[in-house]
């Protein structure tokens, strides 16, 4: 896959899915009150519904917090 201009430096299909879980993480924040990123990512990566790329995206950014921006 091609690496696009992600403030990760991610191929198109992995960007998508940051750009999906970046705009997710206001909506949770709103819902449960206060949640840490850290959190958000945990709960995230708990959910059996949880697609694969969510996942594997979720515990990248665990492992990378700089690359959440």
Request: glycine content about 4%; aromatic content about 10%; overall charge positive.
């Amino acid at each position: 896959m091609k690496i696009v201009e992600t403030p990760a430096g991610l191929c198109a299909n992995h960007s998508k899915v940051y750009d999906k879980v970046k705009d997710a993480y206001p909506l949770w924040s709103a819902a449960y009150g206060s949640l840490t990123t850290e959190d958000f990512l945990k709960r995230l990566v708990a959910l059996p519904e949880t697609g694969d790329r969510v996942r594997e995206m979720a515990q990248f950014l665990i492992r990378n917090p700089e690359k959440w921006k």
